[in-house]
Structures are given as C-alpha cells and as structure tokens.
C-alpha cells in the first residue's frame, strides 16, 4: 500500500500540545526536528503563553523597529505591524491578519488550532520582544520625528558626499577645496527627485558636468548615477521614516 509524503512525513513530525503547566520544562522548541529514535520527543509540550512568546519574538527578530523604538509606538500600531501575512516552520503555521481585527491564529501542519492573539497579545508581546515606548502626544512625537529626521539627512548628507564625489572624481582631500559640495547642494533641494522634477535635475547636472568641460556623454552618465544614488539615500531615509516613495 502507498502512502502519500504528507503522511509518511508526519510520522516524523512532532506534534505540539497546548498545557496550562508544562510537566517536563524542557529547553526544546516547537520548531526543532526531533530525534527520530525517542518517541517522546515526537509530542512537544508547551503553555500558551511560551508559544505566543516563541511567535512573536520570531516575528520581532525580522522586522526593523528603529523608527517605533525613537517615536513611541500605540497599541494598535503595534497590533497591526506584520499586516497580513503567513509565516510557515517545520511544525507551525501562524496566519497574521488585520481585518477585520488584528489577530495572530497559529495552527500545526494538520490544521489543529493551537491558539489565537488578539490584538491586545500581539501589541503588548511586540512592545516587550522589541523595546517599543508609548506613543507621545502628538506634537511631541513630530519633535521626535523632526530631530531624527535631522540626524538621519546629515550622515545621509555624508554618504552622498562621498557616493558623489566617487562619480565626480574629485580627488580634493577637504570638501571645500573640491567641486562636490555644489552638486549635493543641488541634489538636497526640496522635491528635486520627484518624478515632474528629475528631468530638469538631470539636465541641470549635465549642464554643469558640461560648464567643467565634460563631454555631453560623459555628463549625462554621471548625471544619472548621481540621481539614481540619491533615489537609493532618500528611499532609506524619508521612504522609511515618512513612508515617501521615491521612484
């Protein structure tokens, strides 16, 4: 008699039990592949409260928090972090929604619910795993936003500097002694990259390239790295931190 893979494989696979008191405390996770020869290690048990522990600080662990970490964050914001989205172990599988409530529903490979997070778990397991403050008010958390911002373009500032002054091939060690400066003044104008914009940029960096004696070529190809550049800095700083999108 054949057997599918599916079922030939879960005769190796560790089922998880939900206890209010695990008997055994054991240092074992849901997701480690047992030892095939120990029969006991083939039923895993653990509290519910371990395992929306274990879930969510995975969750934590591949997410970028640096923005919740400097501005607060509120409840629902943190309840609704990882969107929609289905995260798939060797032995779980954890469905994350946010409609019409943020929820968490985590299930075994044979479909057995194991538990559900409301949006109160999720939000306060989140801020635990990842350090998240509360929100401020709302003026004091646009000072937070504006101080951040000010750090965040000033080493941006200094990675073009230098991205630029690559493209350019200004060998000046000082960075008033070189030609760079006038370039980046440009490329740090207000809305110079925006898509109705980007072409007068383009064409006025090409003009300047030209002024210094570039050929036409030459220029425009240096006018495009130094744009594209700029997309890839602003797309890290205000796409992130404003949610600006940057094409």
């Not at 060797?90 to 619910?113: I, K, M, S, W, Y």
């Not at 630029?164 to 200004?170: E, M």
């Not at 006038?182 to 383009?202: A, H, R, S, V, Y």
Request: aromatic content about 6%; overall charge negative.
């Amino acid at each position: 008699m054949k057997h599918s893979d599916h079922h030939q494989a879960s005769l190796f696979t560790p089922t998880t039990t939900i206890v209010e008191t695990a008997a055994n405390p054991s240092t074992e996770h849901p997701d480690q592949t047992p030892n095939d020869s120990d029969a006991s290690s083939l039923n895993i048990e653990i509290t519910r409260e371990e395992l929306a522990s274990l879930i969510i600080e995975g969750m934590v662990q591949d997410h970028r928090w640096e923005k919740e970490r400097a501005l607060g964050a509120t409840d629902e914001e943190l309840a609704t972090a990882f969107g929609v989205c289905w995260v798939h172990s060797h032995t779980l599988d954890v469905h994350f929604d946010v409609d019409p409530v943020p929820t968490a529903r985590c299930t075994n490979h044979t479909g057995q619910e194991l538990l559900t997070l409301d949006a109160a778990e999720i939000a306060s397991l989140v801020r635990t795993f990842a350090e998240i403050p509360q929100a401020p008010d709302p003026d004091e958390r646009e000072r937070l936003l504006n101080q951040q911002l000010q750090r965040e373009r000033l080493a941006a500032r200094n990675e073009m500097f230098s991205a630029v002054q690559g493209i350019l091939g200004d060998k000046a060690r000082k960075k008033e002694q070189g030609f760079t400066q006038q370039f980046i003044n440009l490329l740090f104008t207000e809305n110079c990259l925006e898509e109705k914009n980007e072409g007068q940029t383009l064409e006025t960096i090409t003009a300047m390239l030209i002024q210094r004696q570039w050929t036409t070529a030459k220029a425009m190809k240096a006018a495009l790295q130094m744009v594209e550049r700029a997309h890839l800095t602003w797309r890290s700083v205000e796409g992130y931190w404003l949610n600006r999108k940057y094409y």
